[in-house]
């Protein structure tokens, strides 16, 4: 029988720091040379086990590794609202790493909200990337002016002290971070139109969304829908959650089984075409 084993792992970084991350293995009795691997992304402010992450990582049928991005939870360094191009390098370092330290090959990425964002480009950018076959995007913005009704805040306290402090909770501890105006400009100002003509054309992708999300229009998952099915012969499955919020809340059992039944049909070579995949329907509609 398969010992699986979790094992944190500090992951070097080349500006001096390190990355925190979680690496799940199925079988840590076997070599990882050539053994493929499933990286998973946090969203904003998130850290490597909230939400679905550690969920998916310890159900997947393969090993994975998840981590927190610079500035996050066990991941030293500065977090910044705006700092995108740091969690690709941040995404970067942890592909390498794991591909010449353990030999692992880079086969499925998933990513939720700012994660989502991160994993496309670097998808569509990174060498280290050639080998991925599947993506996973959940809850993931294309209109990136679209801001939450909390941006509106935020205004106000920029043109009061030109910062606004954000306290939140992550793991479970207090923390605050402040946000600067050029922070949101550099946000609202990323280009996902990248994924029209660039995302590979041979990875198969699942967005899932939430139809009561008030942090990313549902909307945007049509975008994405209607961008990513146009390749071939990588698909698109589009897959809307009745009643589910941003971060899928009392719900996130049920979208790891939405992930785990559509990698499935990825894994036995299933996924022929683009379509629609609503809650309560098994297969395509």
Not at 59 to 79: A, C, I, K, V
Not at 170 to 176: L, N, S
Request: hydrophobic content about 40%.
């Amino acid at each position: 029988m398969a010992d699986r084993l979790s094992t944190k792992v500090l992951v070097p970084h080349p500006a001096g720091s390190f990355i925190t991350g979680i690496l799940e293995q199925l079988d840590a009795g076997k070599s990882t040379h050539d053994r493929p691997l499933t990286l998973i992304l946090h969203g904003t402010m998130g850290h490597k086990d909230y939400l679905f992450q550690r969920r998916l990582a310890q159900r997947l049928p393969q090993d994975s590794f998840r981590f927190d991005f610079r500035g996050n939870h066990e991941t030293p360094g500065s977090w910044c609202h705006g700092g995108l191009l740091n969690d690709i390098d941040d995404l970067d370092v942890v592909a390498k790493y794991m591909q010449s330290v353990y030999g692992y090959v880079i086969d499925l990425v998933v990513g939720h909200s700012r994660g989502s964002l991160v994993g496309m480009r670097w998808l569509a950018t990174a060498p280290e990337a050639r080998s991925v076959t599947a993506f996973i995007n959940v809850s993931g913005r294309y209109r990136m002016v679209n801001l939450s009704a909390a941006a509106k805040v935020w205004q106000a306290a920029f043109a009061a002290d030109g910062y606004y402090d954000w306290s939140t909770t992550v793991a479970r501890k207090p923390v605050t971070v402040r946000i600067h105006p050029e922070d949101v400009d550099l946000f609202v100002n990323w280009d996902t139109s990248f994924v029209w003509d660039q995302f590979p054309a041979k990875i198969h992708a699942l967005t899932i969304h939430g139809l009561s999300d008030n942090t990313v229009p549902p909307y945007d998952a049509l975008i994405y829908a209607r961008a990513l099915g146009a390749r071939t012969p990588g698909t698109h499955t589009l897959h809307m959650v009745e009643g589910a919020d941003h971060n899928f809340t009392g719900q996130q059992d049920e979208v790891v089984d939405y992930m785990l039944e559509w990698w499935g049909l990825h894994e036995r070579g299933e996924l022929k075409s683009s379509g629609v995949w609503m809650t309560g329907a098994r297969g395509k509609l």
